[in-house]
């Protein structure tokens, strides 16, 4: 098995309150909400995600940790510098998730998960969003319990998928076996699961939520509840939620169409410009007034004429 650690980071306890995170939390579980609408549709995926809160036995406070791994969204959008640009594929690939907490097992890196494989993927056009997790022999641990696995799994993945102008799909799965604080656990898809270890705790789990609208789909495989007393590594207990292999999607936006009965101009439909109507000219080159000319002559001729004939008769008389 091939095992890349992220690089920790590692924080100093103040007296009073501390944090650890790696990477960005900008999310809880996957669930689908409306969309503003885009002309690009979004999608997002991530491994593992954690909100824990961790007791310390010689301190009084509380250690939180928060942690992702391989969380992916496209479009990039304001990704980091080296992530994929807007509108390219997104994905990432880890086997391990490692983290320092001051305070727990004398500072030493701390392993919160470990899989054969751990893929998130997201890709995003102006026709279809989609987004998938998968992960293969799954071990997830707490901080206090380094040799018992919290929950063990062969296979976990999530997908989601939205499609302009069609139903969005979501859909999770947790396959094979399952053991959760070393028992060996059948999953409900019904409703919760609890397991409870005498001296150790208890864990509620929820399998395969799936969330659907018009425009949106969002899957989670696993949702876990932990509440633990390890009592060991000067831990006292954790306590938070864990969401392992989350997907989620907004199609986009479907084209506007044109108002019934009106046609959208395109260069084959859009009539061609027409110059100004001319009148018809005679053959001669005469322009438009030539009737009123000839008409005005014709009553200057037969006046001239009605005159000429009146002044004969009034000379013969």
Request: hydrophobic content about 45%; aromatic content about 0%; overall charge positive.
């Amino acid at each position: 098995m091939n095992t890349i650690r992220t690089a920790s980071r590692r924080l100093h306890l103040p007296a009073a309150t501390a944090l650890v995170a790696l990477g960005t939390l900008t999310a809880g579980p996957a669930h689908a909400t409306p969309g503003t609408g885009s002309a690009e549709g979004r999608a997002n995926a991530a491994v593992l995600r954690t909100a824990l809160d961790v007791s310390l036995l010689d301190k009084t406070v509380n250690v939180p940790l928060t942690a992702t791994l391989n969380a992916v969204q496209a479009p990039a959008g304001a990704a980091p510098a080296g992530a994929a640009p807007a509108g390219a594929p997104a994905s990432a690939e880890k086997t391990a998730l490692t983290v320092t907490l001051d305070g727990v097992d004398r500072g030493r890196p701390f392993t919160l998960l470990r899989a054969d494989t751990a893929t998130a993927k997201a890709t995003a056009d102006s026709r279809r969003a989609e987004a998938s997790t998968r992960l293969a022999r799954v071990r997830l641990h707490v901080p206090g319990l380094p040799l018992l696995s919290l929950v063990e799994a062969d296979q976990v993945t999530a997908r989601a998928v939205c499609e302009a102008g069609k139903r969005p799909v979501a859909e999770a799965n947790l396959l094979g076996k399952v053991t959760v604080l070393g028992k060996r656990v059948t999953l409900t898809p019904g409703g919760p699961t609890r397991v409870q270890a005498p001296g150790i705790g208890e864990v509620t789990l929820h399998l395969s939520k799936s969330d659907t609208t018009t425009r949106t789909a969002a899957a989670t495989a696993l949702s876990l509840k932990v509440t633990v007393n390890p009592l060991s590594l000067n831990v006292a207990d954790v306590n938070g939620t864990l969401t392992l292999a989350e997907a989620s999607c907004t199609a986009p936006k479907p084209p506007a169409k044109p108002a019934a009965g009106v046609q959208p101009q395109t260069a084959a439909t859009k009539p061609a410009a027409t110059a100004p109507a001319q009148p018809d000219l005679a053959a001669t080159g005469a322009g438009p007034t030539t009737p009123y000319i000839a008409a005005g002559a014709l009553t200057l001729l037969a006046a001239g004429t009605t005159a000429l004939l009146t002044l004969r008769r009034r000379r013969r008389a």
